[in-house]
């Protein structure tokens, strides 16, 4: 078991060192940064992290998977949910290489976890020991930092810039790897504290002439992304949005900071919102093609809007926009300090701009009734969120793992609470959902967890499943099964008159494959039963799946192909 001796040197007790093979030494470096479960799939590279995880006191979770990616897109996950690093374990060669997939979502969304991989032996490099290949430059152009710990001595403070590294503006993965060899190594060295995370305080000059703009604007829009949540500024957002009464659109991780049915939460009027902006300020997500590459306005002969953007870091910062002001740091601090320097002056009355948007709300909220009660055959897939969502509670996770039919809970679900809400995020990664259920179970164990799953989806970890009867860890997955890939079928035909490679087996019984794996699910045909269905998963306690057969030609409406 890894020690903590008193330093000899004489000094106090809280100095003193660890002392430990690797893999105790990483555990407990994981430990003080807040880390309750590794995720992983066993191999022998990474012997050492289990035995570290084992004989820590108290034990850490150990969470064993079918699948490598399952592994690191639960850990991508935790870092999302918790914004804690999650800590991803993976053998060495094809045990890393599965994960990457999840790395790079982690890197696109600002997610952060660590990833620890195993190596082949140093002893032996060079002479074609098994699953011998020199990993860092392979993950590094899809991390924070990628680098070899090549010794036991280097464990204990590769694994603290390693932890500190990925839950630092602007957040993300980080990948180690230690030889085998060195892995079963001992070493010793000053016992682990945990650095602080917190953002640069933000130029208040910047923050003055954004005040400024905002002053001035007649019809202002804010966007609100990922790193409002992941950097602990829901509350500063919400305090803002409320005591100044800018309308606001959210996305990824930043819908719910301002709760579904707000008054100045104006998502469902986003094409008139942004269309019709003359200043949009854009705080804590990329100026990407979610965001027409941060180009707004024009609108009916308007002007184009100008634009603000306010990120947690200065690399975040738009290089590509044409920017009519930016500033990077703590965004608590942008919120407060915005907020403060206006009412400082006389306080803007954006009264009539809201109001127009507040009447496009409800009339695309009348309207999304007909779709949500739709008694179409086959089954429309708005139909499942018209049953879904009055079902969902306050405190409810949902995640999208799925193409068009996760598109359709982009418009219908508005969580009601910051932090309840899990998508691929702009790197657009299918397969990601049953590691995501598995996290948010985890993380939110007395909350709903629900899993909308794209039949397509579902067949690049559906076998998880097994994981999570394993793990005693009930999910409630909802699946859109139109039998095909719904996403590309129709851009095809629109491009070509035709398409190939877009189908699957039709109706094929994915619940039935639940079952077979421990689980419980039934598939539904009828809209009027789905609602029953979905009861009945909730009341399982097993993992649950509700696979309902929907209309392959009820495409989601949409402007771009993210191009």
């Given at each position: 078991m890894t020690q903590i001796a008193d330093d000899t040197s004489g000094q106090a007790a809280t100095d003193g060192t660890v002392e430990g093979h690797s893999g105790e030494l990483a555990v407990s470096v994981a430990r003080t940064y807040g880390v309750e479960t590794m995720f992983t799939l066993s191999g022998a590279h990474v012997f050492p992290m289990y035995d570290g995880a084992v004989k820590a006191d108290p034990p850490m979770r150990l969470l064993d998977v079918r699948h490598e990616q399952t592994a690191a897109f639960a850990a991508e996950a935790t870092g999302k949910l918790t914004r804690v690093p999650g800590l991803a374990v993976l053998t060495a060669g094809p045990g890393v290489t599965n994960g990457i997939s999840a790395i790079a979502q982690a890197q696109?969304?600002?997610?952060?976890?660590?990833?620890?991989?195993?190596?082949?032996?140093?002893?032996?490099?060079?002479s074609g020991s098994l699953q011998e290949l020199d990993q860092p430059p392979i993950v590094e152009s899809v991390s924070k930092l990628a680098t070899t710990l090549h010794t036991a001595g280097d464990v204990l403070g590769g694994m603290d810039r390693a932890f500190s590294a990925a839950g630092s503006s602007h957040r993300g993965p980080v990948f180690v790897d230690v030889p085998m060899d060195e892995f079963f190594n001992s070493a010793s060295g000053?016992?682990?504290?945990?650095?602080?995370?917190?953002?640069?305080?933000?130029?208040?000059?910047?923050?003055?002439?954004?005040?400024?703009?905002?002053?001035?604007?007649?019809?202002?829009?804010?966007?609100?992304?990922?790193?409002?949540?992941?950097?602990?500024?829901?509350?500063?957002?919400?305090?803002?949005?409320?005591?100044?009464?800018?309308?606001?659109?959210?996305?990824?991780?930043?819908r719910g900071v301002i709760p579904g049915g707000h008054p100045l939460l104006a998502t469902k009027a986003r094409g008139q919102a942004l269309g019709g902006a003359d200043l949009v300020v854009v705080v804590g997500t990329p100026l990407d093609f979610r965001l027409g590459y941060g180009i707004f306005g024009g609108k009916d002969g308007a002007e184009p809007a100008r634009v603000v953007h306010v990120a947690d870091s200065p690399g975040?910062?738009?290089?590509?926009?044409?920017?009519?002001?930016?500033?990077?740091?703590?965004?608590?601090?942008?919120?407060?300090?915005?907020?403060a320097a206006l009412e400082r002056?006389?306080?803007?009355?954006?009264?009539?701009?809201?109001?127009?948007?507040q009447e496009t709300v409800a009339a695309a909220t009348a309207r999304d009734l007909e779709l949500l009660r739709a008694e179409a055959d086959p089954i429309h897939p708005a139909r499942i969120y018209g049953e879904l969502v009055p079902r969902l509670a306050e405190d409810a996770v949902v995640i999208g793992d799925g193409g068009d039919f996760v598109s359709f809970a982009g418009k219908f679900v508005e969580p009601k609470r910051p932090g309840g809400w899990l998508d691929p995020g702009p790197y657009g990664c299918l397969g990601a959902g049953l590691g995501s259920a598995i996290a948010a179970r985890l993380a939110r164990p007395s909350s709903q967890v629900v899993l909308l799953l794209g039949d397509g989806a579902a067949g690049l970890s559906l076998m998880d499943v097994d994981?999570?009867?394993?793990?005693d860890l009930p999910v409630v997955m909802v699946m859109g099964n139109n039998s095909a890939w719904g996403l590309e079928k129709g851009p095809m035909q629109m491009l070509y008159?035709?398409?190939?490679?877009?189908?699957?087996?039709?109706?094929?019984?994915?619940?039935?494959?639940?079952?077979?794996?421990?689980?419980?699910g039934e598939t539904v045909t009828d809209p009027r039963q789905i609602g029953a269905a979905i009861d009945r998963a909730f009341d399982a306690d097993v993992p649950y799946l509700v696979n309902v057969i929907t209309d392959v030609d009820a495409a989601y409406p949409r402007n771009t192909f993210g191009i």
């Open positions: 696109f969304a600002g997610s952060p976890m660590v990833v620890v991989g195993g190596r082949a032996p140093a002893n032996r490099w060079g000053p016992a682990p504290t945990r650095s602080s995370t917190r953002g640069a305080e933000p130029d208040p000059e910047a923050v003055s002439r954004i005040a400024g703009l905002l002053a001035g604007a007649a019809r202002p829009v804010l966007i609100l992304g990922t790193d409002v949540w992941a950097d602990g500024a829901e509350e500063a957002a919400l305090r803002f949005v409320q005591d100044v009464g800018v309308p606001v659109i959210t996305n990824g991780m930043g975040q910062v738009s290089g590509h926009a044409s920017l009519a002001a930016s500033v990077s740091g703590d965004l608590t601090s942008v919120f407060d300090g915005l907020q002056g006389a306080k803007p009355d954006w009264r009539t701009w809201v109001s127009t948007l994981t999570l009867v394993r793990h008159g035709y398409d190939v490679v877009a189908d699957l087996a039709p109706r094929t019984a994915y619940d039935e494959v639940v079952k077979a794996l421990g689980g419980a």
